[in-house]
């Protein structure tokens, strides 16, 4: 099983401010491990030439006596110079690891991302009810979390009511941009969303320089420009646009902007690690959604459609909920992991190519009619999150 914790948003505007705990927590290792690994190690370039000592029957000294301390400075020196070279050679392979460790999180967590969307996708489809899916994600995440607490699989965190006071606004910004999100998804295709989702810098530099009154290089306004714009263009070809799709997504962005924000603050100086934040998020969001998905959609409509799902999909309608409940825990999970080893940035970056693999694996699957211009959109969106985040280097 895999743990981690999660934090979304796409972001890189939010990268800074997302995910919780990396955020606090997580080292910042440089996107290029090797090169950051030598600079802080005791691996040197030397153009110094090793220390050569001259024959020393050549200056006068019989052969089988030699001078002790300049014996014993070469015997030092090379002792010195195997211990730096196997140091590096130690360096190189436990950057190597990170390496491959990194590329590993990456494609599991794109990999995941992408499965949970497909079955989120296809789920909502037969049985519209978002506000039930979002609760069973929840519920399913706090589940596995609190088997694997009470199994030993994970060791449970120490928590105070401080904490869970911190965490509540997360736990708000969580539940509203994750409900929002899914109710986007069950009213328009799940590539659209995830345009929409890639403006979420938009929403960070907007939030952070309006209610916070931080102050940005002209760049990263600049860059605005293009995520802005291909959301705009996107959004307006969209051959089946949907106003609650859209104010779903746009909901979704400002939330988890939010949630970052809290999270950052709510995370510092606390020792509960990643996997084990998100755990609680899990929880808290699920005790708040929960009596708003019964009022809202409540089980008369769940069995209803429950029913007509069935009898349309097969039983096998019930694997696809489980799917798209443990697999949007374990892609937040693993999300938290990359988090771990990367900085805020290296995961934005990371979280903008997860939304290209989920927008062109679901227009793939799903068959998605995208005319040029609509497609032109979405390109420059995703262009403009990459500027964004050089910008904010
Ligand atoms: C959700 O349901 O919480 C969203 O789909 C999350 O999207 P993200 O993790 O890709 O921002």
């Given at each position: 099983?895999?743990?981690a914790v999660k934090q979304?948003?796409?972001?890189?505007?939010?990268?800074?401010?997302?995910?919780?705990k990396?955020?606090?927590?997580?080292?910042?290792?440089?996107?290029?491990?090797?090169?950051?690994?030598?600079?802080?190690?005791?691996?040197?370039?030397?153009?110094?030439?090793?220390?050569?000592?001259?024959?020393?029957?050549?200056?006068?000294?019989?052969?089988?006596?030699?001078?002790?301390?300049?014996?014993?400075?070469?015997?030092?020196?090379?002792?010195?110079?195997?211990?730096?070279?196997?140091?590096?050679?130690?360096?190189?392979?436990?950057?190597?690891?990170?390496?491959?460790?990194?590329?590993?999180?990456?494609?599991?967590?794109?990999?995941?991302?992408?499965?949970?969307?497909?079955?989120?996708?296809?789920?909502?489809?037969?049985?519209?009810?978002?506000?039930?899916?979002?609760?069973?994600?929840?519920?399913?995440?706090?589940?596995?979390?609190?088997?694997?607490?009470?199994?030993?699989?994970?060791?449970?965190?120490?928590?105070?009511?401080?904490?869970?006071?911190?965490?509540?606004?997360?736990?708000?910004?969580?539940?509203?941009?994750?409900?929002?999100?899914?109710?986007?998804?069950?009213?328009?295709?799940?590539?659209?969303?995830?345009?929409?989702?890639?403006?979420?810098?938009?929403?960070?530099?907007?939030?952070?320089?309006?209610?916070?009154?931080?102050?940005?290089?002209?760049?990263?306004?600049?860059?605005?420009?293009?995520?802005?714009?291909?959301?705009?263009?996107?959004?307006?070809?969209?051959?089946?646009?949907?106003?609650?799709?859209?104010?779903?997504?746009?909901?979704?962005?400002?939330?988890?902007?939010?949630?970052?924000?809290?999270?950052?603050?709510?995370?510092?100086?606390?020792?509960?690690?990643g996997m084990?934040?998100y755990?609680?998020?899990?929880?808290?969001?699920?005790?708040?959604?929960?009596?708003?998905?019964?009022?809202?959609?409540?089980?008369?409509?769940?069995?209803?459609?429950?029913?007509?799902?069935?009898?349309?999909?097969?039983?096998?309608?019930?694997?696809?909920?489980?799917?798209?409940?443990?697999?949007?825990?374990?892609?937040n999970q693993?999300s938290y992991m990359?988090l771990?080893?990367?900085?805020?940035?290296?995961?934005?970056?990371?979280?903008?190519?997860?939304?290209?693999?989920?927008?062109?694996?679901?227009?793939?699957?799903?068959?998605?009619?995208?005319?040029?211009?609509?497609?032109?959109?979405?390109?420059?969106?995703?262009?403009?999150?990459?500027?964004?985040?050089?910008?904010?280097?």
């Amino acid at each position: 099983m895999i743990y981690a914790v999660k934090q979304s948003a796409l972001a890189l505007g939010a990268a800074d401010l997302v995910r919780p705990k990396s955020l606090l927590a997580a080292p910042r290792i440089s996107i290029l491990p090797s090169i950051c690994a030598a600079k802080n190690s005791n691996f040197q370039l030397s153009t110094r030439k090793p220390l050569s000592l001259p024959s020393l029957e050549g200056l006068g000294f019989p052969s089988v006596v030699k001078p002790r301390g300049l014996g014993f400075k070469r015997e030092a020196f090379e002792a010195d110079r195997s211990e730096n070279i196997e140091i590096s050679h130690q360096e190189a392979r436990s950057a190597a690891g990170q390496k491959l460790r990194i590329g590993i999180y990456f494609a599991t967590w794109w990999a995941l991302n992408v499965v949970f969307n497909i079955y989120n996708k296809k789920v909502l489809n037969a049985f519209p009810y978002p506000w039930l899916t979002s609760t069973l994600s929840l519920a399913t995440g706090s589940l596995m979390m609190l088997v694997s607490w009470a199994t030993g699989i994970a060791e449970a965190p120490e928590t105070d009511f401080e904490f869970w006071k911190a965490l509540a606004p997360v736990a708000v910004a969580h539940t509203i941009g994750h409900v929002a999100a899914t109710v986007s998804m069950s009213k328009v295709a799940v590539s659209f969303t995830h345009i929409i989702k890639s403006g979420e810098p938009a929403f960070s530099v907007l939030v952070s320089r309006l209610l916070l009154g931080e102050t940005f290089p002209l760049p990263v306004y600049l860059s605005l420009v293009p995520i802005i714009g291909g959301c705009a263009l996107a959004a307006v070809t969209e051959l089946n646009f949907n106003m609650t799709g859209f104010v779903g997504a746009m909901i979704s962005n400002l939330a988890f902007v939010f949630r970052n924000i809290f999270s950052k603050k709510g995370m510092k100086g606390k020792s509960v690690g990643g996997m084990n934040y998100y755990a609680c998020l899990s929880i808290l969001s699920l005790l708040i959604l929960t009596p708003f998905a019964i009022a809202i959609e409540g089980p008369q409509m769940w069995t209803a459609g429950w029913q007509k799902a069935l009898s349309q999909i097969g039983p096998h309608f019930v694997w696809w909920v489980a799917a798209q409940s443990v697999f949007y825990h374990l892609y937040n999970q693993v999300s938290y992991m990359s988090l771990d080893e990367i900085s805020p940035l290296t995961f934005s970056i990371g979280n903008t190519m997860k939304r290209i693999s989920v927008i062109v694996s679901s227009i793939i699957i799903f068959h998605t009619p995208v005319q040029p211009v609509n497609a032109l959109g979405a390109a420059i969106a995703i262009l403009g999150t990459f500027l964004y985040s050089q910008a904010k280097q």
